[in-house]
């Protein structure tokens, strides 16, 4: 069974608009957070993250709030540009130091 | 820069055959990982070590091992290679995670067992 969720596969949004995705986990051993960036053909890239002990993180056009009480979190892009387009993977971890993944979400931006 | 290095890009092997896939990490870092991406299945842990030697099973660790004999490769092991086992495998490393600090990743291997 998944620890981490990502229940939609994927999303469209409008240039300049904001696109939000979600992720839910199981999991109440998690205590730090991370969303990566994925193209075609490559690695993963990381994006941004969050530890459990905060509730929202900013870098530039990106933003992750987490709800630990609902075990749920974000990540909100304003605004939206093409090349945002990509897959995006959450991941949570333990101080066990492993690092779970969702199925991803295919977010696309048109212009 | 940080850089991982998994040895293939493609590989092709026979079902039944042992295949080794290799990870080179250059930044010292204490903590490796093996993922397989499937569709609609995301990144999948397999293995990880969070030292020399040590190894953890993830959530799919059968049909696979790993040897990690110095702190910079991490080997991935398919002892006898399945169809099933055709996939995007993905190399990642770390320092200690719950420090700020995130996973590097690798350009990744497709396998495809025939």
């Known amino acids: 069974d998944q620890q981490v969720k990502q229940n939609s596969p994927s999303l469209s949004v409008q240039e300049g608009r904001i696109s939000i995705l979600n992720c839910d986990y199981t999991?109440?051993?998690?205590?730090?957070f991370l969303w990566y960036k994925k193209y075609p053909a490559e690695g993963p890239t990381f994006l941004i993250s969050?530890?459990?002990?905060?509730d929202k993180n900013e870098d530039g056009r990106f933003t992750v709030f987490l709800n630990k009480s609902a075990k749920h979190l974000s990540l909100h892009i304003v605004p939206s540009q093409p090349g945002d387009s990509a897959v995006y993977f959450c991941?949570?971890?333990?101080?066990?130091?492993?690092?779970?993944f969702g199925a991803g979400t295919r977010l696309t931006v048109k212009p | 820069d940080v850089k991982v290095t998994q040895s293939s890009r493609y590989l092709v092997k026979r079902t039944g055959e042992k295949v080794f896939l290799e990870c080179v990490q250059d930044m010292d870092h204490e903590n490796m990982f093996w993922y397989r991406q499937d569709p609609g299945l995301g990144l999948r842990l397999i293995y990880f070590s969070y030292d020399v030697k040590m190894k953890e099973k993830g959530d799919i660790p059968e049909g696979y091992s790993v040897s990690r004999e110095k702190k910079e490769r991490f080997s991935l092991i398919l002892e006898s290679a399945s169809t099933n086992q055709t996939s995007m495998y993905l190399c990642?490393?770390?320092?200690?995670?719950?420090?700020?600090?995130?996973?590097?990743f690798g350009q990744g291997t497709r396998l495809t067992v025939v």
């Open positions: 969050i530890s459990s002990i905060k």
């Open positions: 991941a949570a971890s333990t101080n066990n130091n492993d690092m779970r």
């Open positions: 990642a490393s770390s320092p200690t995670l719950g420090f700020n600090t995130e996973a590097f």
């Open positions: 999991n109440s051993m998690f205590d730090y």
